[in-house]
């Protein structure tokens, strides 16, 4: 077996240190992501560690799938709306039962919008001045777009907000939840129609983007926070929980505690130097 090593931020000072290792037999990586060793190793160190099988795809994926609320935005949209009307309390116990994996999705979320009804259609356009993106999430995509990737955006949230992100941030794919508007067009029924944009769903939506692209899932990158979202993470090359739920960090293939979405490309390798190459002009 051999060891090589370098540092991906900083050379002097270190805190992202890629090391690549061979070894003479198959290696489980699932196995050594569990293994109680090394959860010592980080919790001794205060570090954390990512496994991932080398190869070409590793650093060379095609496809970026985000997750919309808490991952390319900082908020939770039907929290925004419910603080609105004040209902936030009931519809964010709601929400964080869902999002730890407590509460069927799909229920949970036809319970909070019911919560919604009477609010005004109006409401997308007042929540564009309220919502702001994650630290680093406009690098990130600017940095994947101009590497060639194409990109999307698979929501829980609604459509008009995840579109005119998809907007802003020049995704090529968006799929939201629709909440009904009311025959005269002035307020939410706080129903939804159309196709729930479930944990299942958004595993289906990258294989369906993924073949229409023709690109394979080792050449995919999913981004998320929730419980939601697991599927989604253990179906791509690289599956990131990003600031996630204690559960979904549990049970995603790789996480990332960090103060910017940016630092995604570390795990795909790319050292500072290269990042900020990939924002220059």
């Known amino acids: 077996s051999s060891t090589t090593k370098r540092a991906l931020d900083s050379k002097d000072s270190p805190y992202v240190v890629e090391v690549i290792f061979t070894t003479p037999t198959a290696v489980d990586i699932e196995h050594m992501r569990k293994n109680e060793d090394v959860k010592h190793f980080e919790y001794a160190f205060k570090i954390e560690t990512v496994f991932q099988l080398g190869g070409a795809f590793r650093r060379h994926k095609r496809l970026a799938v985000f997750d919309m609320d808490s991952t390319l935005i900082q908020q939770e949209v039907i929290d925004e709306i419910a603080a609105k009307i004040g209902v936030q309390s009931e519809v964010a116990a709601i929400t964080e039962r869902a ?3 407590e509460l069927d999705f799909e229920g949970s979320l036809r319970q ?15 929540l564009k001045s309220v919502i702001t993106l994650s630290p680093g999430a406009q690098d990130l995509v600017r940095a994947l777009k101009r590497l060639g990737y ?9 459509t008009p907000l995840a579109t005119w992100l998809a907007g802003e941030l020049g995704l090529d794919y968006v799929h939201a939840n ?22 299942e769903r ?7 983007i993924a073949a229409k692209e023709g690109i394979t899932l080792s050449q995919v990158l999913t981004v998320g926070d929730g419980a939601n979202d697991l599927p989604m993470l253990g179906i791509a090359g690289l599956g990131v929980a990003f600031n996630a739920k204690p559960r979904v960090q549990e049970l995603a293939p790789t996480r990332l505690n960090t103060s910017s979405l940016f630092d995604v490309l570390y ?9 900020q190459e990939l924002l220059s002009s």
């Not at 194409?150 to 609604?158: D, H, R």
């Not at 009311?182 to 159309?194: C, H, K």
């Not at 795990?267 to 990042?275: N, P, W």
């Open 202 to 208: 958004k595993r289906d939506l990258v294989r369906e």
């Open 99 to 101: 999002m730890n994996g």
């Open 178 to 199: 629709h909440l009904v508007v009311s025959e005269d067009g002035q307020t939410l029924t706080g129903e939804l129609t159309g196709d729930i944009v479930h944990a």
């Open 150 to 158: 194409k990109t999307a955006v698979l929501s829980g949230g609604f």
């Open 112 to 126: 909070r919008c019911g919560l919604l009804a009477g609010v005004s259609s109006n409401v997308w356009e007042e």
């Open 267 to 275: 795990l795909l390798g790319f050292s500072r130097v290269e990042r």
